[in-house]
């Protein structure tokens, strides 16, 4: 049963007073308790907004309710969300948190990114029974106005956004919002008149100056574009979306130089982005500056050894400097790629695509594309579960005076058994870690064992060693191509399947993540979300236990598949039976313990988790703090 709350307890009834304004809904439903008490349950929903994040109203808010003695029976629920900061500790804008309240703290009983909630249905339902019980409550409107228009009903999406500025005439957000519908129904006037309304309450609105640019270069009115990104600029100086997306419009309307100024700028706040250096060098090379482009180039190489435009492109500035040896080996080097890639399996055909037709894009900062990724800043978060999975395991190189030292991550009696028999020359072990060797030594050992397999086809244990550097290095397609050597040589070469296995995902996991921060293009129709195909994998780990049932590491992998996949059931099975072969696994503890927070298990998650760290994995800590309970 459900009603709204009238009246607890006094002391309920002067918090309820104090804790619900236009931004909240309190309903409660109530159930005997074991003794004949009722017990209470009151579900407070807090939409930040502005209060919270200039002010931190609601903070303060919260302390009131952490200050509050509750009896057994009755149950305080708070939702947080709808603001762009939260001024309480461990409550964060990108999450939907729901805590339960006790004395001096908030526990963590669920949370969900808003893009990964998915259930629109359900989510527009709710807000329609919240303004059941309070019909002038402006956030569920604008919040059921989003839902409605994931659900393409567009005219109850902009009704809503009526009522809001009903409401109250003065809400930018409500005359923001509707300028976005307007906007993706291509009604790029009504659009601006909205935008322009939005911006004369609240003049510094990033979201809504980005929102007008976007539509003025649909309208292709390139100046009052270039207006707003710079107005964006002034208020606030870090924001790498303008400065993205001025260097691109800078580009299309000849202003090459300042165009690659923004990129500079961009790029100081994200040193490691291969879109960003990729677009640069084509601007360099513009204004002929072919050296710039030609060290873009190589530095988006550097982070991507597959790029094959960037060979290419760097091929041609090596062309325009007269360096034609250098120009050819590019050239040679994109055809080799090329070439291994038409050699791949159709599944591993399907993970290598070029994505960089997508680069050169602005970025519609209001798109709810789901899971959309953040181009510019590359934030990159796990598909499947809060924390980002601890990696799968591979056989690598272990240099000897790591192993006298006794730094090795596991001891494993096929590898110790490996090492006997190959007298330590070479060493190997087994890890889900990145070793940091220097480039030259990788370089030169690379090439030592060029020349064996050179020489002799048949040396597996070249071959072994050579793919393992290569997928250390993240050089994913040659690895491929030498451990499917091994097992073309020994189908039964346990080391060889569960690496090609385990570089096959992390060459699907990369392209998807360069695809996933791609930005569309805003009025682009929305592409069918690609589905990872990790078939040959849990096929090549599969095969590892058919030769060994016991191998604890290709069972590892198979639950990490399962995790990526979405088979949460199947993969904790399987993180559980790898524990049962070996109970000092950190790794599994940690991943199963993320995946019972990911089910809202969070007693199973402590204890996995807590084990993970007593066993070395110290970040374990950090999560249970973050995601089991907030101090005041």
């Not at 990114?113 to 956030?139: F, H, N, R, V």
């Not at 599944?347 to 695509?353: C, E, F, Y």
């Not at 060029?450 to 040659?478: F, M, P, W």
Request: charged share 30%; with cysteine.
């Amino acid at each position: 049963m459900k009603r709204v709350t009238l009246i607890i307890t006094a002391v309920l009834t002067v918090l309820m007073l104090t804790a619900c304004s236009s931004n909240k809904v309190v309903y409660e439903s109530n159930t005997e308790s074991q003794g004949g008490n009722k017990a209470w349950t009151v579900l407070i929903y807090m939409c930040g907004g502005d209060d919270e994040s200039v002010n931190g109203d609601y903070s303060k808010k919260l302390d009131e309710i952490m200050n509050v003695n509750y009896s057994d029976n009755i149950n305080v629920i708070v939702q947080t969300g709808g603001s762009s900061k939260w001024h309480t500790k461990n409550i964060y804008s990108d999450y939907c948190q729901r805590f339960k309240a006790g004395k001096n703290k908030l526990y963590l009983e669920d949370q969900s990114m808003a893009a990964d909630m998915g259930d629109y249905k359900s989510a527009e339902k709710d807000y329609s029974k919240a303004l059941i019980i309070d019909k002038e409550l402006l956030p569920a409107y604008l919040n059921r106005a989003i839902m409605r228009e994931k659900l393409d009903d567009w005219e109850g999406a902009i009704e809503d956004c009526n009522m809001a500025i009903k409401l109250n005439m003065f809400s930018d957000d409500a005359y923001g919002l509707r300028g976005y519908l307007h906007f993706k129904e291509k009604k790029y006037h009504d659009a601006i008149e909205d935008y322009n309304k939005a911006l004369k309450i609240n003049p510094q609105n990033k979201r809504i100056l980005m929102s007008r640019a976007i539509t003025w270069y649909e309208m292709k009115k390139f100046p009052e574009a270039m207006e707003d990104y710079t107005a964006v600029l002034k208020v606030d100086s870090t924001y790498a979306y303008a400065y993205y997306n001025r260097a691109l419009l800078r580009a299309e309307i000849g202003e090459t130089n300042k165009a690659i100024d923004d990129l500079d700028q961009v790029l100081e706040m994200n040193p490691d982005n291969i879109l960003i250096y990729f677009n640069r060098g084509l601007l360099k090379m513009e204004i002929r500056d072919y050296t710039g482009a030609y060290n873009d180039f190589s530095e988006s190489i550097s982070l991507y050894p597959d790029f094959v435009k960037a060979y290419l492109a760097r091929a041609a500035v090596s062309g325009e400097m007269d360096d034609f040896a250098s120009a050819r080996q590019d050239r040679y080097k994109a055809e080799e790629i090329m070439d291994r890639y038409k050699r791949m399996q159709e599944g591993d055909k399907n993970a290598l695509v070029d994505t960089t037709e997508n680069f050169r894009r602005l970025i519609d900062i209001n798109s709810r594309d789901d899971r959309m990724k953040d181009v510019i800043n590359g934030r990159i978060q796990d598909r499947n579960v809060i924390i980002e999975l601890q990696d799968m395991f591979v056989v690598q190189y272990l240099a000897l005076d790591t192993l006298r030292k006794g730094k090795v991550q596991y001891f494993d009696k096929r590898i110790m058994k490996f090492n006997q028999e190959h007298n330590y020359n070479p060493a190997l072990t087994i890890s889900n870690k990145r070793f940091d060797y220097p480039r030259e030594f990788e370089d030169e050992y690379i090439e030592t064992l060029s020349s064996k397999i050179r020489k002799n086809r048949s040396d597996v244990d070249a071959l072994l060693l050579r793919g393992s550097l290569y997928l250390n290095r993240g050089d994913y397609t040659k690895a491929i191509e030498d451990f499917k050597t091994v097992v073309e040589r020994d189908p039964k070469h346990l080391f060889a399947l569960m690496n090609l296995a385990s570089a096959r995902a992390k060459m699907y996991d990369y392209i998807e993540s360069i695809e996933e921060k791609t930005s569309r293009v805003v009025g682009e129709e929305e592409k069918v979300k690609r589905v990872v195909d990790y078939s040959l994998v849990l096929e090549g780990n599969n095969k590892c236990l058919e030769i060994d049932p016991d191998f604890a590491f290709a069972m590892f992998n198979i639950a990490n598949v399962y995790a990526k996949s979405g088979k949460i059931k199947e993969a904790i099975d399987m993180y559980t039976k790898v524990l049962e072969l070996d109970k000092d696994i950190a790794e599994a503890y940690f991943n199963r313990g993320l995946l019972h927070i990911y089910q809202g298990d969070k007693s199973a998650a402590n204890v996995d988790l807590s084990k993970a760290g007593e066993l070395g994995l110290t970040d374990a800590y950090s999560i249970i703090k973050r995601y089991c309970s907030v101090e005041e």
